[in-house]
Structure formats: structure tokens, C-alpha cells
């Protein structure tokens, strides 16, 4: 088998069945309700990536070949982790025969006499979950566009459907082996670094397998990056547009770039970000769908709790002084505060640096996600992205005990642990301070063979 160099073919192929049948017990039948079992299997394969990510005798092609076997095995799974799914086809059937995906909720359409018109809607609705499907939809354009590409062959079966979505996560992460190559050749680091993510179960799992679009929005947001270090800034502003209209997280990005472009082409570059935003949403737009847009953002941050760190803290000081939840007030003002850090990471630091940027941009989704009333695992793909470019390896660690927050759905009530979220806190609290005190290895350097 060529790619192995001294490594024993026996150990080699042990672990790589080994690995396999876990992935293949993930895919087809591991339940999240069954977190022993879960922790187990995730666990073997997060050894599996660490075992071959860190011998050197493997080679660049051969880490590719992994990378996309491990892919395949999804590839006719439906998700058994997360239900989010279920309204990703829904978005996309309603779109496919003419609604507005933006302007109802899912349990209200379902008693018009439109929804015979939507194939399979009612198991749908109930496989979305009452809470999913008693809101409005959050996903942005781009997202929608991914949704009605799974409708158009897949608006008879929700098996169709999500192979097409399964096609497009795995295109996605292909694009990220493009662009990040790229990306970390311009910044002088080994392209063996892209496979911390692209090897990491945690996004062969969150986004092969249980289709979260975090991973199309990572391949726009490298894309953008790279762009921009390359001083095509107004692709790179068009570019993170697109990112924007997949997730809105690129958003809290944008003041970082100012000192990089200055003061003219920082304003150009807000303004064409913003407006492949709008033009991209224009379809849709109406008076409604931004009040209803709004009003779910709104409700994510001071309604929905889960996974969170500093929050729970902020929440038991609440409980104690004012004897309830304060999640109404903590989604108000957490938020200003970690607006207020990325302006002081923005103006403070010398971001027109690459490697500066690139651990300001690691910094910045980081304090993001420490403030937030709401972490789900998924949510990990950009601060373990960027770790890929900054040198800093805790979103590493942070993407392998996350699946501690999977606990939660072990009652049918999907009550915290919060030991379990405590334990994954404190692992990668104390490693970000170990990494900020001794500071960190520099990435890889490239080497000349390393494609062997």
C-alpha cells in the first residue's frame, strides 16, 4: 500500500477497520440517545485521527484517501445525531413549489390547504421536532439554495433528498482542501496542517453525517481569506458575502479587516459584503421576512440555552441575586460585550500581519463563543478551522470532547450535565492557557517531499 512508509501494514489496516466499522456504526447505528455507546465509538475514531495525522511515513494523498472513504461510508445515512434536517428538506420542498420558506411556521402551514402539496409533510414536521417546526426558518439564502438543489430530484423521498445535501457537504469540504492548501502554501505552512480539520471526525460526523452547513460556510470563509491576502479584495468582499449567506457568524469578522485595508477600501469592502448579502436575500424580501428573521435571531439568543461556559456562571449568579433566569438580560448585554472585544482585537492589534490576523480571527469566534447562551457542536468548525492557520491547536482538543454536550440527549427532556459541559470547559480552558503562556509551535513548515 504505497503513502505508509515504515508504519507495520498490520497496524495500519487494524486501525483503519477499526475506524471504519466505528464510523460505520455511527452512520447506521449508534443513537444519540445511547451517549455510552456514542462516547465509545467517537472516541476510537478520534484516536484513529490523531494515530494518523501525527506519523510522518503517511502520505499527503494517502490522509486525502482517508479523508474521503471516511466521507462515503455516510453516504446513504439518514442523520441519527441531530433532526435539523428534517426542516433543510422542508425549506427546500416549499421552495421548490413556489412559497416563501421565510414567512410561516411549519406547524401553521401544515394546517392550510397548501400543505398537500408538500410531499411527506407531515413526517417531516414531526421529524423537525415541535420546537424546529414552531418557529421561523434562520437559515440564510445560500442555505436555501443548497435546500431546493435537495428538493428538485429529492421532492418524493427524504433518502434522495439527503443524499443530495450529503453531495454537497462533501463538495464543500473538497473546495476546503483546495483553497486551503492554497491558503496555508501563501502563509508558509505545511498543507499536511488542512487535515486537523479535514481527517477530524468531529466534521467528517457534524457535517457529512449529520449535514450542518457550518462546512460550506468554512469553504467561503477560507476562500475569502485568501482572497484577501492575496490583495483581491473585492472578490475576497463578494466571496464572504456568499459565507455570510450560508451562516451569519462571518459577520463578526468584518471590523478585523479594517486595518488590513484601511480606511476606503474597508468601507468599499463592508459595502459589497453587504450588498452580495442583500442581493442574495432580495428574492425573498418583504416586510415580513425581516420581522420574522429578526424575531428568530432574536429568540436564539435570549431564549435557547445549551453547551454554553460563561453564561452558566453568569446564569447561577442570577439565580442567586435575583432568583431566576436572567437570560433575557445575559442575551442583551453578552453580546455588547463581545462587540466591544472585537473592536478593541480590531483597532488594537497590528491585523494588517497575516499571522497576526489569523490568531485575531481565532480570538475574536473564540470570545464569541466563551459569551454565548448557546454552543452546539457543530458550532466548533470555525474556531478549528482557523486553528489550521494560526499554529494554535485547542479547537482541536475543543472538537474532541464537545461530544461530551451530546449527553444532554440521554433524557427525553434533554436535561444539561452540567459536569459534562464543566469537564469539557475546563479541558480546553486550561490548554488555551497552556498554549498562551508557553505559546505555541509554529505550524509545520512546508517541505518539498511532503506530497509523497
Known amino acids: 500500500m504505497p503513502g505508509l512508509g515504515k508504519a507495520p501494514l498490520w497496524q495500519v489496516l487494524g486501525i483503519m477497520v477499526l475506524v471504519v466499522v466505528c464510523y460505520f456504526n455511527l452512520a447506521y447505528g449508534v443513537p444519540r440517545e445511547n451517549f455510552s455507546l456514542l462516547l465509545m465509538h467517537y472516541g476510537i475514531t478520534f484516536g484513529g485521527f490523531l494515530y494518523f495525522l501525527n506519523r510522518a511515513a503517511f502520505s499527503f494523498g494517502f490522509l486525502a484517501f482517508l479523508s474521503l ?3 462515503l461510508i455516510f453516504i446513504v445515512a439518514l442523520p441519527e445525531l441531530s433532526n435539523d434536517f428534517y426542516r433543510f428538506i422542508w425549506d427546500g420542498r416549499l421552495l421548490w413549489e413556489g412559497f416563501n420558506p421565510y414567512l410561516s411556521f411549519p406547524n401553521d402551514f401544515l394546517k392550510t390547504e397548501n400543505a398537500a402539496v408538500i410531499h411527506q409533510a407531515q413526517e417531516l414536521v414531526a421529524g423537525m421536532g415541535n420546537l424546529n417546526a414552531s418557529h421561523y426558518t434562520v437559515y440564510p439564502p445560500l442555505n436555501q439554495l443548497c435546500f431546493v438543489l435537495a428538493a428538485m430530484p429529492g421532492s418524493q423521498s427524504i433518502l434522495v433528498s439527503v443524499v443530495v445535501l450529503r453531495l454537497i457537504m462533501i463538495a464543500a469540504d473538497i473546495g476546503i482542501w483546495w483553497i486551503g492548501r492554497k491558503l496555508l502554501r501563501h502563509l508558509g505552512i505545511s498543507e499536511r496542517c488542512i487535515y486537523f480539520y479535514l481527517l477530524n471526525p468531529f466534521v467528517i460526523l457534524e457535517f457529512t453525517g449529520n449535514l450542518h452547513f457550518e462546512g460550506v460556510m468554512v469553504f467561503f470563509l477560507l476562500w475569502a481569506i485568501y482572497l484577501l491576502l492575496t490583495k483581491k479584495w473585492l472578490a475576497s468582499a463578494v466571496v464572504l458575502g456568499l459565507s455570510v449567506s450560508v451562516k451569519l457568524i462571518p459577520l463578526i469578522f468584518l471590523p478585523l479587516f479594517f486595518r488590513k485595508l484601511g480606511l476606503g477600501k474597508a468601507i468599499a469592502y463592508y459595502a459589497l459584503t453587504g450588498l452580495t448579502v442583500s442581493l442574495l436575500f432580495s428574492p425573498f424580501i418583504n416586510q415580513a421576512l425581516i420581522a420574522n428573521f429578526w424575531s428568530s435571531v432574536e429568540l436564539y439568543f435570549q431564549k435557547f440555552e445549551f ?14 441575586v435575583k432568583g431566576y433566569n436572567i437570560i433575557g438580560w445575559a442575551g442583551k448585554v453578552l453580546p455588547a460585550i463581545t462587540f466591544t472585544a472585537v473592536l478593541l482585537i480590531a483597532f488594537l492589534r497590528k491585523n494588517q500581519k497575516p499571522t497576526v490576523l489569523m490568531t485575531s480571527l481565532l480570538a475574536t469566534v473564540t470570545i464569541y463563543y466563551a459569551l454565548s447562551t448557546t454552543v452546539h457542536p457543530w458550532y466548533i468548525a470555525v474556531p478549528l478551522a482557523l486553528s489550521v492557520l494560526s499554529g494554535y ?5 475543543w472538537s474532541g470532547v464537545v461530544i461530551l454536550s451530546y ?19 475546563l479541558a480546553v480552558a486550561a490548554f488555551i492557557i497552556y498554549e498562551w503562556r508557553v505559546g505555541v509551535n509554529p505550524p509545520l513548515p512546508v517541505k518539498k517531499m511532503e506530497y509523497a
Not at 491547536?393 to 482538543?397: A, E, N
Not at 449527553?407 to 470547559?425: I, K, R
Open 307 to 320: 453547551n454554553a461556559s460563561l453564561y452558566y456562571i453568569v446564569r447561577w449568579v442570577g439565580f442567586e
Open 407 to 425: 449527553g444532554a440527549y440521554q433524557n427525553a427532556s434533554f436535561q444539561e450535565n452540567l459536569w459534562l459541559v464543566a469537564l469539557e470547559y
Open 69 to 71: 472513504a471516511f466521507r
Open 393 to 397: 491547536r485547542f479547537p482541536v482538543l
